[in-house]
């Protein structure tokens, strides 16, 4: 017995070997096959990304992928392969080719499955199919018009005012600071959820981030973690060990949250005012499912971008003196009374609209590339096969000398008229072409309402000094900031 045994146990050692041997061989000629004979093989880049996903496991969970990509690029040049089937480029020229405007009848560069998610109705901001998001774009362009924005502009007013009276209030006349990269989210987060169904978040009244607010950012660290379980499916088993504490919890409430918002504000039809169901409605070109699914990419799209944006100006500004001492110049000096701030009055203040392209390019509000397929086309200047993974990297255009005079300061005269000859297409925080940014005036209008007014009503104060805000912000699909604290001395005695 004993012998047969032995047997058995010898046979099974011969087998487990045999079986590591097959694995080890399979991967030795596959990797010799995508460092050496595989198409992208002649682009640069890190030869672990070269013969695997687990690049970017490393790379997404060091939450600082685009400041590594850019330094990539500063080392091998405008492309890189950053994966066995991604390349990642950083040019003017490629932008444009693979975000512009396509002619007729050429193949569109389209996105990839980054942007799915697991609900399997698609939404605005993650639909492939040409066809679907052509129709859903078309259904909310309306909500997004010249027009509409006119009517919104009432509603931004109404929170940007109650937010001000807000900022006084919790933060005692300039006595106490507030963590400014939590407390922009209470305004945009309540003008985006009245614009998107009629009802605030009650952030600003309450003085708190709501608790879905908690949750849908924490949602965006899931969808990282999705796409990464579908890059690297290994990633399923040590996955639930990276997730915070009650992650599945949360995104069951927020669905459930999603569900119960977009379907009251669906029953309630025609309520007379103009919000994004609205418009949804009328045209009557979406299924009830089609509308539900786009409140999740509405409310984090339109809001999250956009405080994150008033954060990032905060921090240029009172890291700048000068530059705030000109743009305090420029709007206390244009009006005689805050009422006077409209979006019409704030669209000729040169110097605030320097300050917010100058903060957008420094920092811009999406830190990730965008990613897109190939469908076998010219990227400035090279040959990409059909089906390769294409991104311009997000922090490198902005800052790249060869665009740019001085080109890491931040300089917002560069944007009053001629600036410094820069090549301002260099930075696309909006992105651009098909599926460039659709909220892109309503952030404006939001951005230069609410940075006007606080810079007319107070004089503000960085209550934590710091050297560095920008790379201690993490990349988690979007930015993950560092706490902002700001002391906000009112002007006048209300
Ligand atoms: C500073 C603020 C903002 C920034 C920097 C920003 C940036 C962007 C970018 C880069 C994209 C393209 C994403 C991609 O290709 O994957 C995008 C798409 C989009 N944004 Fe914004 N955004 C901002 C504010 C807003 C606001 C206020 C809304 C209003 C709801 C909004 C709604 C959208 C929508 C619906 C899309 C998808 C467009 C499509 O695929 O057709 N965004 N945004």
């Known amino acids: 017995m004993p012998e047969i045994a032995g047997v058995h146990i010898a046979t099974a050692a011969v087998g487990a070997l045999a079986v590591t041997l097959s694995i080890v061989i399979y991967y030795t000629i596959q990797s010799v096959q995508l460092l050496f004979f595989h198409p992208l093989s002649k682009y640069p880049g890190p030869k672990l990304a070269a013969i695997s996903d687990l690049w970017w496991v490393w790379?997404?969970?060091?939450?600082?992928?685009?400041?590594?990509?850019?330094?990539?690029?500063?080392?091998?040049?405008?492309?890189?392969?950053?994966?066995?089937?991604?390349?990642?480029?950083?040019?003017v020229e490629a932008y444009q080719d693979i975000h512009g405007h396509v002619s007729k009848g050429k193949a569109r560069f389209l996105k990839t499955e980054f942007y799915d998610n697991d609900d399997p109705t698609p939404r605005i901001t993650g639909a492939r199919d040409p066809e679907v998001h052509a129709r859903q774009r078309k259904a909310l362009s309306h909500a997004f018009s010249a027009k509409s924005l006119r009517e919104q502009e009432e509603i931004v007013?109404?929170?940007?005012?109650?937010?001000?009276?807000?900022?006084?209030?919790?933060g005692q006349n300039g006595k106490k600071a507030l963590n400014m990269s939590?407390?922009?989210?209470?305004?945009?987060?309540?003008?985006?959820?009245?614009?998107?169904?009629?009802?605030?978040?009650?952030?600003?009244?309450?003085?708190?981030?709501h608790i879905w607010v908690k949750i849908l950012l924490d949602s965006v660290l899931n969808a990282q973690m999705t796409f990464l379980r579908k890059k690297f499916p290994l990633m399923n088993l040590i996955l639930p060990f990276?997730?915070?504490?009650?992650?599945?919890?949360?995104?069951?409430?927020?669905?459930?949250?999603c569900k119960e918002k977009s379907q009251k504000r669906i029953q309630l039809g025609d309520t007379g005012r103009a919000d994004f169901f609205s418009h949804m409605l009328q045209r009557n070109t979406m299924s009830e499912k089609e509308m539900m699914s786009q409140t999740p990419s509405l409310i984090?799209?339109?809001?999250?971008?956009?405080?994150?944006?008033?954060?990032?100006?905060?921090?240029?500004?009172?890291?700048?003196?000068?530059?705030?001492?000109?743009?305090?110049?420029?709007?206390?000096?244009?009006?005689?009374?805050?009422?006077?701030?409209?979006?019409?009055?704030?669209?000729n203040l040169r110097y605030l609209h320097g300050v917010i392209e100058e903060s957008l390019r420094m920092f811009p509000p999406i830190p990730f590339s965008l990613p897109r397929h190939s469908p076998g086309a010219v990227i400035d200047g090279h040959y990409i096969p059909e089906g390769t993974v294409v991104a311009v990297a997000a922090m490198s255009l902005p800052r790249d000398p060869r665009y740019w005079q001085d080109a890491e300061s931040f300089r917002?005269?560069?944007?009053?008229?001629?600036?410094?000859?820069?090549?301002?297409?260099?930075?696309q925080p909006f992105s651009t072409g098909p599926r460039g940014c659709l909220g892109i005036n309503l952030a404006y209008l939001e951005m230069r309402l609410t940075l006007a007014k606080l810079v007319w009503l107070y004089d503000w104060e960085l209550a934590e000094p710091r050297d560095e805000w920008v790379p201690d912000c993490k990349m988690r699909i979007l930015w993950k900031k560092p706490d902002l604290w700001i002391k906000y001395h009112p002007r006048f005695t209300i």
């Not at 407390?183 to 003085?207: M, P, R």
């Not at 009650?246 to 459930?256: A, F, I, P, Q, V």
């Open 59 to 91: 790379g997404l969970s060091t939450e600082r992928l685009p400041f590594i990509i850019r330094d990539l690029h500063k080392k091998h040049g405008d492309v890189v392969r950053v994966g066995p089937n991604d390349l990642s480029f950083a040019t």
């Open 157 to 170: 007013q109404k929170y940007v005012d109650g937010f001000m009276g807000q900022l006084t209030r919790i």
């Open 412 to 427: 917002p005269e560069r944007w009053v008229g001629d600036g410094f000859n820069d090549q301002k297409k260099a930075s």
């Open 300 to 347: 984090i799209a339109g809001s999250e971008t956009t405080a994150t944006s008033l954060s990032g100006t905060t921090w240029f500004l009172l890291k700048h003196p000068e530059c705030m001492a000109k743009l305090q110049e420029e709007v206390r000096g244009a009006f005689t009374s805050v009422d006077e701030i409209t979006g019409d009055s704030t669209v």
């Open 182 to 209: 939590e407390t922009f989210n209470w305004l945009t987060f309540d003008v985006i959820g009245d614009l998107a169904f009629g009802e605030s978040f009650g952030g600003i009244e309450k003085g708190e981030t």
């Open 242 to 257: 990276m997730l915070p504490k009650g992650s599945d919890e949360n995104l069951k409430t927020h669905r459930k949250f």
